[in-house]
């Protein structure tokens, strides 16, 4: 991964974002993780909240039908207090397929109200 340069000299970086996924095999399944981290450069020097967001989802997937097996989402930093009571809900993700349609449902069942917009990024 390489840096991104500011936009112009003395720019202050204000926002940073990271998305990361990686895939595992494991026996049958395949295994998801997805991470997000919302930071801000400007704060690294502990003059505030340098971490804003650090979420991970993680999915088991049934690689002979591409079926979710199995779904856990964990808040390691968040903003507000209720940001993880949504973790739960994300179980919600098991039994969906991830061929055809899936972005759809997974708009459906976490957008808005019904969910975290980080997390269902990350799904």
């Known amino acids: 991964m390489t840096d991104v340069a500011p936009p112009a000299d003395g720019a202050v970086p204000l926002h940073r974002r990271s998305i990361d996924y990686r895939a595992y095999a494991e026996g049958d399944d395949l295994v998801v993780v997805g991470r997000l981290t919302d930071s801000r450069p400007w704060a690294e020097d502990g003059s505030a909240v340098a971490t804003v967001h650090d979420m991970e989802l993680r999915v088991r997937v049934r690689a002979s039908d591409l ?18 009571t949504i973790e739960a809900a994300f179980d919600g993700l098991v039994g969906l397929s991830v061929a055809r349609g899936y972005t759809r449902e997974v708009q459906t069942r976490f957008g808005g109200p019904r969910g975290c917009t980080h997390l269902e990024h990350l799904a």
């Open 67 to 84: 079926t979710i097996t199995g779904a856990t989402a964990e808040m390691h930093t968040f903003p507000h207090t209720e940001c993880p």
